[in-house]
Nanobody, 128 residues
Framework: QVQLVESGGGLVQAGGSLRLSCAAS????????MGWFRQAPGKEREFVAS????????YYADSVKGRFTISRDNAKNTVYLQMNSLNPEDTAVYYC?????????????????????WGQGTQVTVSS
């Protein structure tokens, strides 16, 4: 059973930083893309960032470009999201997601529908 466990969320003042982590376990995937999404109260879940298996391809939502950085450590089955210059609009529950794929192709989904496995989420609250 695939398990994704997010950590690193919390309360931070505007302008501050947080680093989220998501560890994947219980799978036998040889290759998989990873992504971060977020959902604020009353809003739909939205794309934040995604990264290919090799780490060579990354995508970001316009709202976080230049402030957030996604990275991964495949030896640890972990994806990270470094969040800098946080503002109150970044307040949300942050979810990581995994999408396995064959070794022969590069897959980096940017939509909710592109991922089959999801974590439980970690709360990020940015105070003004």
């Amino acid at each position: 059973q695939v398990q994704l466990v997010e950590s690193g969320g919390g309360l931070v003042q505007a302008g501050g930083s947080l680093r989220l982590s998501c560890a994947a376990s219980g799978h036998t995937f040889s290759s998989y893309a990873m992504g971060w999404f977020r959902q604020a109260p009353g809003k739909e879940r939205e794309f934040v960032a995604s990264i290919s298996w090799s780490g060579g391809t990354t995508y970001y939502a316009d709202s976080v470009k230049g402030r957030f950085t996604i990275s991964r450590d495949n030896a640890k089955n972990t994806v990270y999201l470094q969040m800098n210059s946080l503002n109150p609009e970044d307040t949300a529950v942050y979810y990581c997601a995994v999408e396995p794929h064959p070794d022969t192709i590069v897959v980096v989904p940017v939509g909710v529908e592109g991922y089959d496995y999801w974590g439980q989420g970690t709360q990020v609250t940015v105070s003004s």
